[in-house]
Every structure is written in C-alpha cells, then in structure tokens.
C-alpha cells in the first residue's frame, strides 16, 4: 500500500516545463496585445471572433481544475457516478449555445452580464447578482491557483507554494499584455494540446495496466464505487448539472465570449465545445479507478489524478499530464481573470464610481483590475485550506439560484426584478443551508429548486411586459439625447 508515491519527475524538469511554457505565452500575449487599441478590443477582442478560436476557447476555459483534478477526486469518492456525472457539465455548454445567440441578438453592445441584469432587472437585482458573480469567481480563481500548486507538488514534489505562484505570474502577464484576444488564442493552442494529451495518456494506461484488474479489485474491495445505487452519487449526478448549469448561464466568462464571437458563430462554437469536452472527464477520471489496485491512497483525494498517471506512466506519462493539466488550469485562470476584470471594470468602477470614465480610462482600470485580482488570488491561496471539491462546490448555492432568472429573463417579458432579485437571494441563502446541513452535494440542487418555485410564482402573478429594445442601452441613449 502506497501513501505516497514517488514523484515521477525531478523538480527541475517540472520547473522548466513551467518557465518554458511561461515564456511562450507570455510572448505570445505580448506580441497580440500590440493590435489592442480601445477598451472594447481589449476586453471582447473586437467582437469578431471566428468559429474555430470560438469553439476551441469554449472547451479549452471549460476544461479546467475541475476536469482534470477534481473529476478524479469525485471519481475516487463517488465511483462511476463520479465520471459520468461529472460529463453531464457539458450540458452547460450545449444548452448555453441558443442563449449566446439570443444575448448577441438582445445585447449588441453589451460587455458584460451584468449589463443584462442591470438593464433587464434594475439596480437591486444587479447588486444581488454582482454579489454572486464575485463569490464564485474568487472561487473558482483560487481553486485554480491552489490546482497550480498541487498539481507541481503531485508530480514533483516542488513546493505548493511555487507552482501556485508560477501558473498565476504567467496568467496575469500574458492576460494583461494582450486581453481577451490573447486569452482567446492561446486557448485554441491549450485545447489542442489538451485533446491529444488526454487521448494519449488514456490508450497509455488501458495498455499498461487494462481494465480487468482495476474491475476485480474494486468488485472485491470497493463495490459502492462501481454501483449506480449509489444515494449520495446519485444526488451529486442531479446537483452537478445545475451546479454546470449556473456556472455557465451566469458567468461572464461565457457572456464575453458570447458577445465577443461574430453573430452567427456563438450558437455553433458552444454546441461544438459542449461535445468536445463531454468525454474528457470520463477519460481523467477512469485513472482515479485504477489508485484502489494500484495501492495508492493519497494524502488529498484531489491528487489521485496525477499520482496514478504518473505511477502507472513513469516520467513520459507524467510529462504529458503535467502539460495538459498546465494547459487546461492557464486556459481557464486566463480566462476568468479578464472576464472578471471586465465585470469589475464595467459594473463596479463605470457604473458605480465613476460614470464618466472615457475609453482610455477605463482600459487603463481594466488592466489594473487584472493585476489586483492576480494579487488578491495569491493571498488567498496561501494557505491551503480546503480540497478543489470542497471549496468550488460551496459556490454551487450562489450560481445556481441564477439559472432561471437568466433564462426567463432572456425569453419571458413577463418576469421583473422583484421576482429576479428574490429568486437570486432566497436560492443562494437555501443552498448555503443545504450546504452546511447535509452536504455540498444538494447546495446547487436546492437553490436552483427555490430560485425556480420564486420564477415561476413570480411569473405567473406578474403584470410586467418589458420591451426588449431598453437591452440596447446606446440606441437608448441615442434615443434620450
């Protein structure tokens, strides 16, 4: 029985995999940020992206700590339901896709979602929803550094604390360099290596070790694992999809991207992304299935991952799982760092603070917000406090309750922001509850179950008929002045 397995690589060779990969898109960023020459080419990249960047950006932020970390941890925990529930998050993308084309279509020139809510709900609700907004992205962007951190240490015994460091200084840089056009671009790299790095290490392990020994030894010894009977998988299967749900609908990851790609490409590039990252987590987290024959129990369930691959694999497997993992965590931090910068920079400091704020300004506050977010994540993942699972599931509350007022919002004139911003609070606050109480498995599935009852009664008692033209706030202004 192996506690800890040796580490596959030599630290000095996980370190210059790092500095190398570093350096690459640090320069890249630089060299495409050149073009960058309003506010609006550098957080939506002009709004013109086309579908290949489109569709490769969309799987590539998608396959993230999450996929390529905490889907073997659940895997380890829950089994098959593990897996196959994790796959179920691509539902996000593929139902977000007739969305994106009806934000394109509502927002022309939107930048952000919480544009939408503010101009489809009004102040109350939009605060409500900034709230929401910032709790998971600080979430999710310290789950991801503290990935960085574990993933360095899982495979070569480097210090948390670097590999924390180094994945946020490389984001930042090449993020603040060049803005969402670099984002972009170097996502359709990421996800390239992502696909072929994940198809390798999958034939790689089925060669070596095969599945029959890895059945037997989880027949004998840990049946519930393979069983779909499973209670507490079974409501992690169901919690999941609204947890992918919310994340999705809600983000403004996935709102820049919708109103940055050209208008006929939104809807195809996330059905396209949807289907791509699908199997992805089935394939990481089959490697969690092998660590009970193997004898490896690790000391946090999130590195089951990359301690199987890289026992099973030797150095060569562990290379390659450290590049995809490396690939996978910048092209979602990248990702998450200027969509939040942009919601900050747009919501917070245009709307809030400083209403008068020209293009030049508000570009300089865009990039500034970008560093103080990179600072801010740092410090919170110093020390590491908690499991990817645990800390990325207790923002499971807060986005879920924002399923459906983003979707009637979208479709139904007859929903208000009375409705939209109780939804939104009373959700999250039942979901913290269930959280606490039972387990992070419901959080996600109670409020969207809440925030859905509140929508629903809501609707049916509304009197409202709102007019879809007041999205357009230029053609307002216009129109006022």
Same mark, same amino acid.
């Given at each position: 029985m192996t506690d800890t397995p040796a580490f596959a690589l030599n630290s000095s060779v996980g370190l210059a995999i790092v500095v190398v990969f570093g350096l690459i898109w640090i320069t890249f960023g630089y060299y495409l940020g050149r073009s960058n020459k309003t506010h609006e080419d550098f957080a939506l990249a002009g709004r013109n992206v086309g579908f290949a960047f489109a569709a490769a950006t969309a799987m590539a932020t998608w396959v993230t700590s999450n996929t390529t970390l905490v889907a073997p941890q659940l895997t380890y925990q829950f089994g098959m339901w593990g897996m196959i529930g994790y796959s179920f998050a691509a539902l996000g993308l593929i139902l977000f896709a007739p969305l994106s084309a009806r934000i394109r279509?509502?927002?022309?020139?939107?930048?952000?979602?919480?544009?939408?809510?503010?101009?489809?709900y009004g102040k109350w609700a939009w605060r409500i929803f900034i709230v929401i907004s910032m709790v998971y992205a600080i979430g999710w962007l310290i789950s991801l550094g503290m990935a960085g951190g574990i993933l360095l240490q899982a495979l070569s015994g480097l210090d948390y604390q670097v590999g924390m460091s180094a994945i946020l200084f490389i984001c930042v840089t090449y993020?603040?360099?060049?803005?969402?056009?670099? *984002? &972009?671009?170097?996502?359709?790299?990421?996800?390239?290596? &992502?696909i072929v790095g994940v198809v390798l290490v999958a034939v790689l392990l089925l060669m070596r070790q095969g599945l029959e020994p890895v059945h037997e030894t989880l027949s004998m010894n840990h049946p519930e694992l393979l069983s779909l009977l499973f209670p507490a998988a079974i409501m992690f299967l169901f919690n999941n999809i609204f947890f992918g749900l919310g994340e999705i609908f809600h983000s403004n990851v996935w709102w820049t991207r919708a109103l940055a790609f050209k208008k006929k490409v939104a809807f195809k590039a996330f059905l396209v992304g949807g289907l791509l990252w699908l199997p992805i987590p089935i394939v990481t987290g089959f490697v969690a299935l092998a660590a009970p024959q193997l004898g490896i129990f690790p000391a946090s369930p999130d590195m089951v991952g990359p301690s199987v691959a890289a026992h099973v694999l030797g150095t060569f497997g562990a290379v390659v799982v450290f590049i995809v993992v490396f690939s996978a965590l910048a092209s979602s931090l990248d990702s998450l760092l200027a969509?939040?910068?942009?919601? *900050?920079?747009?919501d917070l400091y245009h709307k809030h603070m400083n209403p008068k704020a020209d293009d030049a300004r508000l570009f300089k506050i865009n990039r500034r917000v970008i560093v103080g977010l990179g600072v801010l994540t740092w410090l919170f993942c110093l020390p590491q406090v908690a499991t990817l699972g645990a800390l990325l599931n207790f923002t499971g509350a807060f986005v879920a309750s924002t399923i459906w007022p983003v979707v009637f919002g979208l479709y139904n004139p007859r929903i208000n922001g009375l409705t939209a911003a109780l939804a939104m609070a009373l959700g999250t606050t039942i979901g913290l509850i269930a959280y606490f109480s039972i387990g992070f498995y419901v959080a996600a599935l109670s409020a969207c179950a809440v925030s859905g009852a509140i929508t629903f009664v809501g609707v049916k008692l509304s009197k409202t008929n709102f007019e879809w033209c007041r999205l357009n706030e230029k053609a307002m202004e216009g129109e006022s002045g």
């Open positions: 279509e509502l927002l022309p020139h939107g930048y952000t979602s919480g544009d939408f809510i503010r101009l489809r993020t603040l360099f060049g803005g969402l056009k670099a *984002v &972009i671009a170097t996502d359709f790299i990421q996800a390239l290596i &992502i969509a939040t910068s942009d919601l *900050v920079t747009r």
